[in-house]
């Protein structure tokens, strides 16, 4: 009989603080997790808009790549400058073409001078680099004016300097003249990042 009554009180429940223990502690288990995954799906939001920053960047590149290569010095007349913009100073660079990428357009009726520089939005602060597009004879589009394509949203400054092989040095303006740079120098100040994206494009194809 006494034996009988040892083994039921072993068969006895847990305790009211022994179950709250328990219960605190899978909250807090669970709050860790919810934590880690948390933070690991705003690390991969944060990559994958990295990413597609760096995507439109890459864009860039890969468009007045092959744009400029398809230039012809002395049609093209690419000259380089600075204009005024909200009482600050900002690269532009100005080039002649027809139909094809740099017009972002498969046909044309005439030539285009495209501007590459930036431009204030619309709506908001925030300058947009993209290309102006004025076609050389407006007559033969009657109306038509100038057109703004945007390429990179909310860019903060816009830097191009031209290599000149005659003096094997980098220029801050390119005067033109019926020749072409060697090289071109582009770097964009991203609101992303401390240092400014840079590119160094190749005006005359290169082999490989």
């Not at 860790?32 to 990559?47: D, E, G, M, Y």
């Not at 004879?137 to 394509?149: F, H, I, T």
Request: with cysteine; hydrophobic share 40%; charged share 25%.
């Amino acid at each position: 009989m006494f034996i009988a009554r040892h083994k039921a009180s072993n068969r006895r429940g847990f305790t009211l603080l022994e179950v709250m223990l328990a219960v605190a502690i899978l909250g807090m288990m669970s709050l860790a997790i919810f934590r880690f995954v948390q933070a690991n799906l705003t690390a991969l939001s944060l990559s994958s808009e990295t990413v597609a920053a760096d995507a439109q960047y890459d864009g860039l590149r890969d468009l007045l790549t092959a744009h400029w290569q398809s230039l012809s010095p002395t049609r093209a007349a690419m000259i380089g400058e600075v204009f005024k913009l909200s009482d600050r100073e900002r690269d532009e660079i100005k080039w002649n073409c027809g139909a094809g990428p740099g017009m972002l357009t498969r046909y044309a009726p005439t030539d285009f001078t495209v501007t590459l520089r930036l431009e204030p939005e619309k709506r908001g602060d925030h300058l947009d680099l993209g290309l102006s597009r004025k076609p050389q004879k407006a007559s033969d589009l009657g109306e038509v004016n100038e057109s703004w394509v945007p390429l990179i949203k909310n860019v903060t400054s816009l830097q191009i300097s031209y290599f000149d092989s005659n003096t094997n040095t980098w220029l801050p303006k390119w005067p033109g003249g019926g020749r072409l740079p060697w090289l071109v120098k582009i770097e964009v100040g991203r609101p992303d990042s401390a240092v400014p994206w840079e590119t160094v494009i190749p005006l005359r194809r290169t082999p490989y």
